[in-house]
């Protein structure tokens, strides 16, 4: 059983979810989202998400972690924030030694949803329907667990794809 906390970054919310993985088979574990206070400077809100990460990966431990890339929208500065978000959950279970993989939303909207323009309402519904028990009461923590499931989906096809013929 491979333990894959999923992270949805953002600079004011960042979602985060635990599911246990055994072949096909999910489990929901636990979710939530990280706040940072809109007043607070960058750097005190990027430590309060380094924290909050650090806890949830001492207590949770995961074995492997799946982050969501950053998308490019037009607004630059919106953009470079969701980047420093971004950056401290990549680094947060690297530090701890957990391996990190990054998925692009499309790919993770496919592999939950079954088309990559899925919109939010759809991913939850799945997250919910593939997690039976998983109540995410924000849609950025639905995200996270779809992000988590998305890589317990491609590790399972992975470990089929090696199984000698």
Same mark, same amino acid.
């Given at each position: 059983?491979?333990?894959?906390?999923?992270?949805?970054?953002?600079?004011?919310?960042?979602?985060?979810?635990?599911?246990?993985?055994?072949?096909?088979?999910? &489990?929901?574990? %636990?979710?939530?989202?990280? +706040?940072?206070?809109?007043?607070?400077?960058?750097?005190?809100?990027?430590?309060?998400?380094?924290?909050?990460? %650090?806890?949830?990966? =001492?207590?949770?431990?995961?074995?492997?972690?799946?982050?969501?890339?950053?998308?490019?929208? &037009?607004?630059?500065?919106?953009?470079?924030?969701?980047?420093?978000?971004?950056? /401290?959950?990549?680094?947060?279970?690297?530090?701890?030694?957990?391996?990190?993989?990054?998925?692009?939303?499309?790919?993770?909207?496919?592999?939950? @949803?079954?088309?990559?323009?899925?919109?939010? @309402?759809?991913?939850?519904?799945?997250?919910?329907?593939?997690?039976?028990?998983?109540?995410?009461?924000?849609?950025? %923590?639905?995200?996270?667990? =779809? /992000?988590?499931?998305?890589?317990?989906?491609?590790?399972? +096809?992975?470990?089929?794809?090696?199984?000698?013929?």
């Amino acid at each position: 059983m491979t333990r894959i906390l999923g992270i949805d970054p953002g600079l004011r919310f960042t979602g985060w979810g635990i599911l246990e993985s055994e072949g096909n088979r999910l &489990r929901h574990v %636990a979710d939530g989202v990280i +706040s940072t206070a809109d007043i607070a400077d960058v750097p005190l809100r990027l430590k309060a998400l380094d924290d909050e990460l %650090a806890r949830i990966l =001492a207590v949770y431990q995961p074995d492997e972690a799946a982050v969501e890339e950053t998308y490019v929208n &037009r607004n630059a500065t919106a953009t470079l924030k969701l980047g420093y978000a971004r950056g /401290v959950a990549l680094l947060a279970p690297a530090r701890v030694g957990i391996p990190v993989f990054e998925y692009g939303a499309k790919t993770v909207k496919l592999s939950v @949803v079954g088309t990559g323009n899925a919109d939010k @309402v759809q991913v939850g519904l799945m997250v919910r329907r593939l997690l039976p028990g998983a109540v995410s009461k924000r849609a950025d %923590a639905a995200d996270a667990l =779809a /992000v988590a499931i998305c890589h317990a989906h491609r590790r399972a +096809s992975q470990a089929a794809w090696s199984v000698p013929a």
